[in-house]
C-alpha cells in the first residue's frame, strides 16, 4: 500500500505494473480497492494500474469534515500524484461513485486524459442521496438525523414502497448502505465532504468534442440506480461516444464489463 500524503488527507493506493499506460481507477461508494482486482487480469505489459482508496474508504482518511474536497484541492491532490509517479497522460476508470472522481478528473486535466471508461457513473444526472446532501440549512439537518436515527426514514420507505413510488432495488441498496451507524456516518462525511466536487456536465462536453476523447461509458440493464436512460442527455451530445449496455444489474457491472472487455480485446487480436 502506498500512501500520497497531503495537508487534507491520506490517499491510499496501489500501482500494479511498470508501463508507461498510466490507468487512473476510483470505485464506487462504501467499497475500497479490492474491487478491481478482476481489472487486473486485463492489464498488459505497457500499462501501469494505479487503484485508489477513495477517501473516507478503505485505507484513505480525510482530516476534518469542517474542509469540503473542492474543485480546487482535488486538482492539487492528483498533480502531486502526478509528480510523485512520474506520469504526465492517463487513463481514467470510473465506476458509481468513481465515475464522479473520473469526470472531475477529466474537467480538471482534459489535455493529459488519453481515455474514460465509465461504468453506471454517478455525476452527471445527480441521484437521491446527493440531491439530500446538498439541500441547504435545515434539510441538511434532516439529513443528518437520517443517517444516526434511520428507524422513522425507513419506515416512511416501506410506505412509499407500497404505494409505488419507490423501487423494490433502491431500498435494497439505501438498506445495504446504511445497516450500522459506522456505514451510515460513512454515507453522511462522503456526501458532505464531496458535495463542491459535482462535475461540470457542459465544460465537460466540450472538452470531450475539442479533444475528441476517446469515451466508453457501460451501463446495465438491469440498474435501476443509473440507467441508460438516464444519462441519454449526456451521451447524445457527444458523436463519438461508444455506448455499451450489458446484461447487469449495478452491483455486477465492474466484473460484467472486465468479461467484455477480455471478449472485445480477444476478438481484435
Do not use: C
Request: no cysteine; charged share 25%; net charge positive.
Amino acid at each position: 500500500m502506498i500512501f500520497l500524503e497531503t495537508s487534507f488527507g491520506n490517499l491510499a493506493y496501489q500501482k500494479h505494473g511498470k508501463g508507461s499506460d498510466i490507468h487512473l481507477l476510483f470505485h464506487g461508494f462504501g467499497q475500497n480497492m479490492k474491487v478491481y482486482d478482476s481489472f487486473l487480469s486485463l492489464r498488459k505489459e505497457t500499462d501501469s494500474f494505479i487503484i485508489f482508496d477513495i477517501f473516507y474508504h478503505g485505507q484513505s482518511s480525510w482530516k476534518s469534515a469542517e474542509h469540503k474536497l473542492s474543485k480546487e484541492i482535488w486538482k492539487e491532490i492528483v498533480q502531486k500524484l502526478m509528480e510523485k509517479e512520474g506520469f504526465e497522460k492517463f487513463h481514467l476508470i470510473g465506476y458509481s461513485m468513481g465515475g464522479k472522481f473520473s469526470l472531475a478528473t477529466y474537467e480538471l486535466f482534459p489535455e493529459h486524459v488519453q481515455s474514460l471508461l465509465l461504468m453506471a457513473p454517478d455525476g452527471i444526472k445527480t441521484g437521491f442521496w446527493y440531491n439530500m446532501a446538498t439541500f441547504p440549512g435545515i434539510l441538511n439537518r434532516v439529513f443528518k438525523h437520517v443517517v444516526f436515527h434511520p428507524e422513522r426514514f425507513f419506515k416512511t420507505m416501506k410506505v412509499l414502497k407500497i404505494v409505488g413510488i419507490l423501487q423494490k432495488s433502491l431500498i435494497k441498496f439505501v438498506k445495504s448502505q446504511m445497516k450500522t451507524r459506522t456505514m451510515r456516518a460513512q454515507v453522511y462525511f462522503t456526501w458532505i465532504v464531496f458535495k463542491p466536487l459535482q462535475p461540470s456536465m457542459g465544460k465537460i462536453i466540450k472538452s470531450l468534442r475539442e479533444n475528441q476523447t476517446p469515451i466508453t461509458l457501460v451501463t446495465g440493464k438491469f440498474d435501476k440506480m443509473v440507467t441508460t436512460e438516464n444519462l441519454k442527455k449526456f451521451s447524445s451530445k457527444i458523436e463519438h461516444i461508444k455506448i455499451v449496455e450489458l446484461e447487469s444489474g449495478h452491483n455486477t457491472l465492474i466484473e460484467d464489463t472486465v468479461n467484455y472487455l477480455a471478449k472485445d480485446f480477444d476478438h481484435h487480436q
